[in-house]
């Protein structure tokens, strides 16, 4: 079956980091696009970062440009997100998500979570 599984959250000090991993199985994941969501309490689930099947595009929010990069390794079925000059306001679970098009019809996928908390 399908699965995607986030790690590598936990607590951190603001202007620290963190690399967060999203391993897929259950798909062939080199077809789909992937994508970093991320949702605090309270509030609604904003886009992050997305990069395309082949890994040669990415986008980021503009709260995260300069600060976080998204990648992939097709090869190891894992997307990645490094996230740099951490702040408390990217504290929120974080999802990863594959999504492929055909035509007008969507699949996704999405990862369970994992928590990040940046704090003194």
């Known amino acids: 079956q399908v699965q995607l599984v986030e790690s590598g959250g936990g607590l951190v000090q603001p202007g620290g980091s963190l690399r967060l991993s999203c391993a897929a199985s259950?798909?062939?994941?080199?077809?789909?696009?992937m994508s970093w969501y991320r949702q605090a309490p309270g509030k609604e689930r904003e886009l992050v970062a997305t990069?395309?099947?082949?890994?040669?595009?990415?986008n980021y929010a503009d709260s995260v440009k300069g600060r976080f990069t998204i990648s992939r390794d097709n090869a190891k079925n894992t997307v990645y997100l490094q996230m740099n000059s951490l702040k408390p306001e990217d504290t929120a679970v974080y999802y990863c998500?594959?999504?492929?098009?055909?035509?007008?019809?969507?699949?996704?996928?999405w990862g369970q979570g994992t928590q990040v908390t940046v704090s003194s």
């Open positions: 259950g798909f062939t994941f080199s077809n789909y696009a």
């Open positions: 998500k594959a999504v492929k098009s055909i035509l007008a019809v969507s699949y996704d996928y």
């Open positions: 990069i395309s099947s082949g890994g040669s595009s990415t």
